[in-house]
Structures are given as structure tokens and as C-alpha cells.
């Protein structure tokens, strides 16, 4: 069943803007990934944040964790048309089974116009 | 170079055929997945091997049938598929399978056409 959901689907700013996508999940979570694919290229992992971690920056991306609302944002500054893919979050939630299984939204497309 | 290949990077069969894919990680990894990426659809998970050792095959029909020699290595071989199988199917590897955060490294996918 899906746990993620990315909000919005699709997304157009121009270059130089900054650009937010939000992910919205339903139970209760080990940590929350957000991840960007290209077109026609595979998922390529971009942070990594804990329960128990509130705010983390990597470069140009920051992400939020609000896991009193079950959600999470990742921002991009200053965007350039190489940003432009499908940004992805997916979550590991409790499965009480032992396994480890990340669960993907449906993702938003960002298109950055030059 | 995100460390996973996988091969062919596409792939037209028929219904009756049978064919394989191939993944390979160069990462040292422990677990390897299978996903199936349709469009306007979530990631799905197919397939989990831990050590070679399959521990998860999420409902997945038994016309796709995964196979794990080693750690570096996983194959889906498919066989009798239905239209409804054309998609990008995805590789990928992570550490250790006991640790529960930790990214996954993908491929860049077969795409798969069921004509």
C-alpha cells in the first residue's frame, strides 16, 4: 500500500527560484528518503532523515520533518534546469516483520525552465 | 556510475517468450531489490534477497521469477507475460539488510514492452 504521497504532482519555476515539494504519510516512521530520477534513468538517493531529526541540508536541499503531522518537505535553492526530474519520498515504516522495505509516492515532476 | 547495471536497457517480447533480466552491483552490497515502475503508479517492490536468501516476494505473480547466485548478482526471468507487465523494472542494492536506514542504490532499469 502506498505511504508517501508527494505534493505537488507537477511543478514549473523558472530557473533561479527556489522550488518545494511536500510528501504527506500515514504511520509511523524509522526514517524518510527523498530520492530524484531523471528521465529514463534510475532513482538516485538525495537525503536521508531520521524520526528523531527535525531539519538536514545537503548542498542546495534542505529537508523538514514533521512527523507530528506525518510529513516532510525537501527545498531547493536556487534551481537550475539540470534539476529538472522527478523528485520522489519514500519512507520505512514499522513493519514489525524484521524486513526492510522503503515505500515510494507516486512523486512530483519538477521542470525547471532556463 | 551509480554502481548497479543492469541490462538490456530495453526489451520487446511477446507473450509466449521467455526472457531474463540482469542486474549487477559493484558495491559490496548485501540485498538486492526488485521494483516495477509503471506510469502514474508508486514504486513497486517485487522482490527482496538478503544475502542470496529471498526474504520478501510481495504478491508478485509467478510468471516473474527472480534468482539470486550471489551477492552481486539478481536476475527476473519472465516468462508468459501479460500486457499489463510493460514497464521499467529497477534494480537495487543496499548495504546491509539489517540496517533499516540506509539508501538504496538503483540501476537505470530494463524497459520492458509486452507486445
Known amino acids: 500500500s502506498q505511504q508517501g504521497e508527494e505534493d505537488p504532482q507537477a511543478l514549473s519555476i523558472q530557473e533561479g527560484e527556489n522550488a518545494t515539494m511536500n510528501c504527506s504519510y500515514k504511520?509511523?516512521?524509522?526514517?524518510l528518503q527523498w530520492y530524484r530520477q531523471n528521465s529514463g534513468r534510475g532513482l538516485v538517493h538525495l537525503i536521508l532523515?531520521?524520526?528523531?531529526?527535525r531539519e538536514k541540508h545537503s548542498g542546495r536541499l534542505r529537508v523538514t520533518l514533521d512527523t507530528s503531522k506525518k510529513s516532510s518537505s525537501l527545498l531547493i535553492t536556487a534551481s537550475r534546469a539540470a534539476d529538472t526530474a522527478s523528485y520522489f519520498c519514500?519512507?520505512?515504516?514499522?513493519?514489525?516483520?524484521?524486513?526492510?522495505?522503503?515505500?515510494f509516492g507516486k512523486g512530483t515532476k519538477l521542470s525547471v525552465i532556463p | 556510475e551509480t554502481g548497479v547495471t543492469q541490462t538490456p536497457r530495453h526489451l520487446v517480447m511477446g507473450m509466449t517468450n521467455k526472457k531474463s533480466l540482469k542486474c549487477e552491483q559493484h558495491?559490496?552490497?548485501?540485498?538486492m531489490y526488485w521494483y516495477k515502475q509503471s506510469a502514474k503508479k508508486p514504486l513497486e517492490l517485487m522482490f527482496v534477497?538478503?544475502?542470496?536468501?529471498?526474504?520478501e516476494n510481495n504478491s508478485v505473480p509467478s510468471r516473474f521469477s527472480p534468482e539470486c547466485p550471489n551477492s552481486s548478482h539478481l536476475f527476473l526471468h519472465l516468462h508468459t507475460l501479460q500486457p499489463e507487465d510493460s514497464a521499467l523494472y529497477l534494480c537495487?542494492?543496499?548495504?546491509?539488510?539489517?540496517?533499516?536506514?540506509?539508501?538504496?542504490?538503483f540501476g537505470d532499469g530494463t524497459r520492458l514492452s509486452i507486445l
Open positions: 537495487a542494492s543496499s548495504q546491509d539488510p539489517g540496517q533499516r536506514s540506509q539508501p538504496q542504490h
Open positions: 504511520t509511523s516512521i524509522n526514517n
Open positions: 532523515i531520521r524520526s528523531n531529526e
Open positions: 519514500a519512507t520505512d515504516p514499522y513493519s514489525g516483520a524484521g524486513s526492510y522495505q522503503l515505500t
Open positions: 558495491l559490496g552490497h548485501n540485498a
Open positions: 534477497y538478503n544475502f542470496k536468501e529471498q526474504t
